[in-house]
């Protein structure tokens, strides 16, 4: 039996027809044979498209009132290990019940996700699964008003407004701060990407540095350093910090970047963890092959993505809950040969 979902409040086709000023029908055709349409006419139809957030249904007809099986999937990027396992999980689960996925990317541009939203929408996707807490206001306004499942991945705030499931990268990054402070490190850089949207980085620098603070360590400028989710550029950063006056130990916002300082380390003749200790979070797949293996934040990437894809289902199929459901998976700090006492 089919399963309707409600699709109050969004803007249908009359409604684009009325701030248009033309009827039904020269709408029907601005999206079917936009060709017979004059050229004045299509920039009014546009404009009223857009300006009531109005989505194209292309399965209207025999699945009107049907989900469409599909999940959406907006991650930043799919070009390195930070998200695979998740993916791979992620889908893994839904293929079980017969489900599937469809996953864009927008490779931290955040401006990019409406279009993304929009063309989900138009497939009918019966929910949609984005990572972290920075987006902005209009796509997940335009899920919400049509009833489609919303859930935040990979991240966890128990004051979050959207459902969650993730961990609390905070957290996150005062832990593998305060194992190194408990080494007795206190001359400690730390090599974070780029925090503007990207929640996730922001809260674990923030952590790092608290941790920090509560020890009366304030790492000075130039222990702060924005190094990319890229291991070649990682290494040059970790060049570049090692030239001169190197710390004792780094701190790294994941494992991409702590493998990327493992070979500046390589490169600059630094022993590791004798004049270097590093640490890093994620425990990517190589992490424990380096040399030595890379001491970091295992994070249970397998639990969370079973669990948003569960939650994403439940919700999907029995309706979305008024109460904000937030769920949290702690890391496990793995400790190898990177990291030592001073």
Same mark, same amino acid.
């Given at each position: 039996?089919?399963?309707?979902?409600?699709r109050k409040?969004?803007?249908?086709?009359?409604?684009v027809?009325?701030?248009?000023?033309?009827?039904?029908? !020269?709408?029907?055709?601005?999206f079917?044979?936009?060709?017979?349409?004059k050229?004045?006419?299509? #920039?009014r139809?546009?404009?009223a498209a #857009?300006?009531?957030?109005?989505?194209?249904?292309?399965?209207?007809?025999?699945l009107?009132?049907?989900f469409?099986?599909?999940?959406?999937?907006?991650?930043?990027t799919?070009?390195?290990?930070?998200?695979s396992?998740?993916i791979?999980?992620f889908?893994?689960?839904?293929?079980?019940?017969?489900? !599937?996925?469809?996953?864009?990317?927008?490779?931290?541009? *955040?401006? /990019?996700?409406?279009?993304?939203?929009?063309?989900? *929408?138009?497939?009918?996707?019966?929910?949609?699964?984005?990572?972290g807490?920075?987006?902005?206001?209009?796509?997940? !306004?335009?899920?919400?008003?049509?009833?489609?499942p919303?859930?935040s991945?990979w991240?966890?705030?128990?004051?979050?407004? /959207?459902?969650c499931?993730?961990?609390?990268?905070?957290?996150?990054?005062?832990?593998?701060?305060?194992?190194?402070?408990?080494?007795g490190?206190r001359d400690?850089?730390?090599?974070?990407?780029? !925090? +503007?949207?990207?929640?996730?980085?922001r809260?674990?620098?923030?952590?790092? &540095?608290?941790?920090? +603070?509560?020890?009366?360590?304030?790492?000075?400028?130039?222990?702060?350093?924005?190094?990319?989710?890229?291991?070649? +550029?990682?290494?040059?950063?970790? +060049?570049?910090? &090692?030239?001169?006056?190197?710390?004792?130990?780094?701190?790294?916002g994941?494992?991409?970047?702590?493998?990327?300082?493992?070979?500046?380390?390589?490169? %600059?003749?630094?022993?590791?963890?004798?004049? /270097?200790?590093?640490?890093?979070?994620?425990?990517?797949?190589?992490?424990?092959?380096t040399?030595?293996?890379?001491?970091?934040?295992? /994070?249970?990437?397998? %639990?969370?993505?079973?669990?948003?894809?569960?939650?994403?289902?439940?919700?999907?199929?029995s309706?979305?809950?008024?109460?904000?459901?937030? %769920?949290?998976f702690?890391?496990?700090?793995?400790?190898?040969?990177?990291?030592?006492?001073?």
């Amino acid at each position: 039996m089919a399963i309707v979902r409600s699709r109050k409040g969004a803007p249908g086709l009359v409604e684009v027809a009325a701030r248009a000023g033309v009827s039904p029908a !020269t709408v029907s055709r601005y999206f079917n044979s936009p060709e017979i349409v004059k050229p004045d006419t299509k #920039a009014r139809i546009a404009e009223a498209a #857009a300006e009531l957030g109005y989505i194209r249904d292309r399965l209207a007809g025999a699945l009107h009132t049907r989900f469409s099986g599909t999940m959406g999937l907006i991650v930043p990027t799919v070009d390195n290990a930070i998200f695979s396992e998740f993916i791979e999980v992620f889908g893994g689960r839904l293929s079980e019940h017969d489900r !599937t996925m469809l996953i864009a990317s927008h490779g931290y541009d *955040l401006s /990019l996700e409406v279009a993304i939203v929009r063309s989900l *929408l138009e497939r009918r996707i019966d929910g949609v699964v984005i990572i972290g807490f920075d987006h902005e206001a209009i796509p997940i !306004t335009m899920l919400e008003e049509r009833g489609v499942p919303v859930i935040s991945a990979w991240n966890f705030r128990p004051d979050s407004r /959207l459902h969650c499931v993730g961990t609390d990268n905070r957290n996150a990054g005062a832990t593998v701060t305060r194992h190194l402070l408990d080494l007795g490190h206190r001359d400690i850089a730390f090599l974070f990407p780029e !925090t +503007q949207a990207n929640d996730r980085a922001r809260d674990r620098l923030e952590g790092a &540095l608290a941790a920090a +603070q509560e020890v009366g360590v304030e790492p000075s400028p130039d222990r702060l350093r924005i190094a990319p989710y890229d291991i070649g +550029q990682a290494k040059s950063v970790g +060049q570049a910090v &090692l030239s001169h006056n190197p710390p004792s130990a780094v701190v790294c916002g994941n494992d991409i970047i702590a493998q990327g300082v493992l070979y500046a380390c390589q490169a %600059k003749g630094v022993r590791i963890p004798d004049q /270097l200790s590093i640490v890093g979070i994620g425990d990517f797949r190589g992490s424990a092959h380096t040399e030595p293996g890379l001491t970091t934040l295992r /994070l249970p990437a397998r %639990k969370i993505g079973e669990s948003v894809a569960d939650t994403i289902l439940s919700m999907s199929q029995s309706g979305i809950p008024e109460k904000t459901f937030r %769920k949290n998976f702690d890391g496990v700090l793995v400790e190898r040969g990177s990291t030592q006492s001073v």
